[in-house]
């Protein structure tokens, strides 16, 4: 079939209607990253959100292109770190106790799925996806022109704890069998790297892979861009419009104009369930809420990279040291409640100079997340030519490209770069 024009404007006071072949909802890293591949495949392509491309996860994140991660992030099995985590007291994990009762199914899968015996077979699923990671990153960045925005400089976990330095060596050591590179830094090493981290640091891993990302969402921009400058159209509207158009689908613009495709993606992040669930899917997701804020460093203080620490991340950012909070759960739609950036600002400010905040409130992003901690990725079976591209959890920066040629590969015909069995919307 011919590529449709994604064109085709109507004269004053009539509605205007679009043809396309694809249809994409939702503009974060994974939706266009999406669009851009199927775009150079010569599909002409329509990509739908109701903001600008890169506004909400896709933004706000900790910039990291994470190759190291092979291992997904397990629900904790230890009584003693349950624990700590039921005290809801801590800076990496806190929850709202009205999150519970809607929350009791999906953790209890994902608690279930983090066994050592079905967690490893998961992490070497999802590991395949992330090999390729930065080398689709890289292949998108050069034609974006945004190469240089991927930093190759990894980033550092630093430890004030023996046991849990210990512990990350180990994981260190098991990731060296997926290809991860990475050193270990003693206390010395550690301030060598970065010397204007303070405080009682017994050590740390330097994750050698990652790129770190100084403006994650200049990187989506430059990619919609891209996708753009490949005749692709970015356009305003809500998905919820969608419907079927025959053996096909349209969705209605902001301003009216109605866009008919002959495929349709949803790759809404955290957002994906609604649309999946007037289709006949309910994909057990859930929302991992994060919030970041940055500050101006004191003096000539800097970082060259993300530093993990406690249950948060400083990061250097074009706009300034982006501190970010680990996991929030919290009922859907509620408003922000910082309190971890409330926790984590003080104990940060002891081993970093940090000075004023740069915006008068933090920003608040949600980690679209399933119980088996992998995305899904492919066709929907009961919807003839609808597919889905959600559920990456803390990857979906990292993945948003590599699940992109993954999902054009599978929609033109081509041969799959890896294996998508594993993501199969029919696993839930
Ligand atoms: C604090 C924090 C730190 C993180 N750090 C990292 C990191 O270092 N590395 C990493 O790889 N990942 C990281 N992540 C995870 C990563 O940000 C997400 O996995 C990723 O951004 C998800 O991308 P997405 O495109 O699926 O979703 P999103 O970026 O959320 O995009 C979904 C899009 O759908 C649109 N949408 C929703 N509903 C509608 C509708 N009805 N109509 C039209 N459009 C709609 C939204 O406007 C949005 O643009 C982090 C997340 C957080 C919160």
């Known amino acids: 079939m011919p590529p449709a024009r994604a064109s085709g404007r109507a004269s004053k006071g009539m509605v205007a209607q679009m043809q396309a072949d694809v249809l994409v909802l939702g503009a974060g890293m994974v939706g266009t990253s999406i669009a851009v591949h199927l775009q150079k495949r010569g599909r002409q392509v329509v990509l739908l959100d109701r903001r600008p491309p890169g506004e909400e996860a896709s933004y706000g994140n900790g910039g990291l292109v994470q190759r190291e991660a092979v291992f997904p992030h397990p629900f904790p099995r230890e009584l003693r770190e349950l624990r700590r985590i039921a005290r809801n007291r801590s800076v990496d994990v806190r929850y709202h106790l009205a999150a519970l009762p809607g929350l009791v199914r999906p953790l209890f899968g994902y608690w279930r799925n983090s066994a050592p015996a079905r967690y490893a077979a998961i992490a070497r699923q999802w590991s395949t996806l992330i090999a390729g990671c930065l080398d689709e990153h890289r292949a998108l960045a050069e034609e974006a022109g945004s190469a240089a925005l991927l930093r190759p400089v990894g980033y550092i976990r630093a430890h004030d704890d023996e046991a849990l330095l210990e512990a990350d060596l180990a994981k260190a050591e098991r990731a060296r069998a997926f290809g991860v590179g990475s050193v270990a830094l003693d206390r ?53 419009t969608l419907t079927r158009a025959g053996s096909g689908w349209r969705v209605v613009t902001q301003d009216g104009a109605s866009v008919e495709a002959a495929e349709a993606v949803i790759a809404l992040g955290i957002w994906s ?135 054009a590969e599978m929609i033109t015909g081509d041969a799959p770069f890896v294996d998508p069995a594993p993501f199969r919307a029919e696993r839930f």
């Open 188 to 240: 010395a090493a550690l301030h060598e790297a970065e010397p204007h981290l303070a405080g009682e640091f017994v050590g740390g891993v330097h994750w050698t892979d990652p790129y770190a990302v100084n403006d994650p969402h200049a990187l989506t921009l430059s990619y919609a861009a891209l996708f753009e400058r490949l005749g692709g159209h970015v356009a305003l509207g809500d998905a919820a």
């Open 273 to 407: 369930g609604r649309a999946t669930a007037r289709f006949g899917y309910r994909v057990p997701l859930f929302g991992k809420r994060g919030y970041h804020r940055h500050f101006t460093p004191r003096g000539n203080a800097g970082l060259t990279r993300p530093v993990v620490l406690g249950g948060y991340v400083l990061a250097p950012m074009r706009a300034g040291i982006r501190l970010t909070t680990g996991v929030e759960f919290a009922p859907t739609g509620a408003g922000p409640t910082p309190v971890q950036l409330s926790r984590a600002e003080p104990i940060a400010r002891r081993v970093f100079p940090l000075g004023d905040p740069v915006e008068p409130q933090p920003w608040m992003g949600v980690r679209p997340c399933t119980p088996d901690m992998m995305p899904i990725i492919g066709p929907a079976r009961r919807q003839p030519h609808l597919w889905f591209a959600f559920g990456h959890a803390h990857q979906g920066f990292t993945l948003g490209p590599a699940t992109g040629r993954l999902l």
